[in-house]
């Protein structure tokens, strides 16, 4: 269950998991989720209250086999484990994409506390999010398991020339574009950037940088294929973000700059995959901008080794093997 999948119809997971010893059935969403926005509301946790009740009340078609719940983001899981800890339940649940803007203390750190007891295995997509969680929670590192974050492979274009040249920035959540503006105000490249309204609240723009939004995935994948460069700035590096942007231009064979933060020094090798710059350094990010905008050979170079590193270790049909693994370990607690 994942709070953006409005039908019946299996995600990635069971699609790419061919193993006839595991069978999926998907409790559909019916209310929208905003992962722009940096904190759940009250209404936004009565969505997905509600949700956990229908998957908890939900008659499995075999209920004779042994089951559990696969859910995606923290909010789910955290519901169906106070449902089990306060019924007394031993149903497994798998918190997959556990991933968190940022950690939080008083009376809803100690609920998450109290719930999250009940879960039995946490996928997290960067290594340091073990420590960071497995902290917070009070919980056993082995509890907690990394998985690559995924996405689905496209195909390379076609090669084309490019006269209009310009730099690309992408998402919305923890995006530093203000810090952004900054580093390209000297040097003047066209720059588009694409996010929700939220992200550029505040952010001033010169005349050589537009903002775009609302624009939907396939819009976004062609400029991702058109662009000369990607960056991705973030703000805070106590948890990870961006990863869904950078990985999903990366396998379009495109040089990528992005903050060196948890969640990117998993997926991108310094100068071999891409660019990483440290957080709040405009010197930094301005200086690697134009190494990539002034070098043909070196944005070849590393878009090549990027494309190749997503295919290798983080498609869909690469981690599924460490899913299905980690699916059999849940079975077996």
């Given at each position: 269950m994942t709070p953006f999948s409005p039908s019946t119809t299996t995600g990635w997971i069971p699609s790419y998991i061919s193993d006839p010893s595991l069978t999926f059935e998907v409790i559909p969403s019916d209310y929208d989720h905003d992962r722009s926005r940096r904190l759940s509301g009250l209404r936004e946790?009565?969505?997905?209250?509600?949700?956990?009740?229908?998957?908890?009340?939900?008659?499995?078609?075999?209920?004779?086999?042994?089951?559990?719940?696969?859910?995606?983001?923290?909010?789910?899981?955290?519901c169906l484990a106070l449902i089990k800890r306060l019924t007394f339940s031993k149903v497994p649940i798998v918190a997959w994409c556990f991933n968190l803007g940022s950690t939080y203390d008083g009376a809803k750190g100690v609920l998450a506390r109290f719930a999250s007891r009940a879960i039995d295995i946490f996928v997290v997509h960067s290594t340091a999010e073990i420590d960071i969680y497995s902290k917070w929670l009070r919980l056993p590192r082995d509890k907690f398991i990394y998985v690559p974050l995924s996405v689905e492979m496209k195909a390379l274009p076609p090669v084309t020339a490019n006269a209009d040249r310009f730099v690309l920035a992408l998402g919305t959540a923890n995006r530093d574009y203000d810090g952004l503006v900054k580093a390209l105000t000297p040097l003047g490249y066209r720059t588009i950037i694409v996010s929700g309204p939220k992200a550029m609240e505040d952010v001033q723009l010169p005349p050589f940088i537009e903002h775009r939004s609302g624009l939907p995935l396939e819009e976004c994948h062609k400029l991702s294929r058109a662009a000369d460069l990607i960056v991705i700035p973030l703000k805070e590096v106590e948890a990870a973000s961006g990863q869904v942007s950078f990985l999903e231009t990366m396998m379009f064979g495109r040089p990528v700059v992005v903050t060196r933060a948890p969640g990117t020094v998993d997926y991108i090798e310094d100068g071999e995959t891409g660019?990483?710059?440290?957080?709040?350094?405009?010197?930094?990010?301005?200086?690697?901008?134009?190494?990539?905008?002034?070098?043909?050979?070196?944005?070849?170079?590393?878009?090549?080794?990027?494309?190749?590193?997503?295919?290798?270790?983080?498609?869909?049909?690469?981690?599924?093997?460490?899913?299905?693994?980690?699916?059999?370990?849940?079975?077996?607690?």
């Open positions: 946790w009565i969505d997905y209250a509600r949700h956990a009740v229908r998957a908890w009340f939900k008659t499995p078609s075999k209920p004779d086999e042994q089951f559990g719940y696969l859910t995606s983001f923290p909010q789910l899981p955290i660019l990483l710059v440290e957080p709040g350094d405009i010197e930094g990010l301005r200086s690697a901008i134009a190494k990539l905008w002034n070098d043909e050979d070196l944005r070849l170079r590393l878009g090549s080794a990027a494309r190749t590193s997503v295919e290798n270790s983080a498609t869909f049909r690469a981690v599924a093997p460490k899913m299905c693994q980690v699916l059999h370990t849940f079975a077996a607690r």
